[in-house]
Nanobody, 116 residues
Framework: VQLVESGGGLVQAGGSLRLSCAAS????????MGWYRQAPGKQRELVAG????????NYADSVKGRFTISRDNAKNTMYLQMNSLKPEDTAVYYC??????????WGQGTQVTVSS
């Protein structure tokens, strides 16, 4: 599975961005998917996850109520709607996908910068 993120950019605090993660290749094998982020000098952390059907989601406490994860399996695309952005949300955002054997694919990342 190949994953490509898009939608990152520079936004002012309080603004919104919508990230997309487009999957290609063996997309029929994709199970759960997720968004992670990594800020300079920090470890990569989970932002949000979603099950294969999209019926269940989970979020990091720091983004609950502000971010929404979703997926459109017909388009092989996952999204992350980010509202009320804060400077501390600045990071490179990565998407990942699990197959039935729990093997993980990662995208190349997209930069999100929130100015104060």
């Amino acid at each position: 599975v190949q994953l490509v993120e898009s939608g990152g950019g520079l936004v002012q605090a309080g603004g919104s961005l919508r990230l997309s993660c487009a999957a290609s290749g063996s997309t029929f094998s994709i199970n759960a998917m997720g968004w992670y982020r990594q800020a300079p000098g920090k470890q990569r952390e989970l932002v949000a996850g979603i099950t294969s059907s999209g019926s269940s989601t989970n979020y990091a406490d720091s983004v609950k109520g502000r971010f929404t994860i979703s997926r459109d399996n017909a388009k092989n695309t996952m999204y992350l709607q980010m509202n009320s952005l804060k400077p501390e949300d600045t990071a490179v955002y990565y998407c990942n996908a699990f197959d039935p054997l729990s093997r993980i694919s990662w995208g190349q990342g997209t930069q999100v910068t929130v100015s104060s």
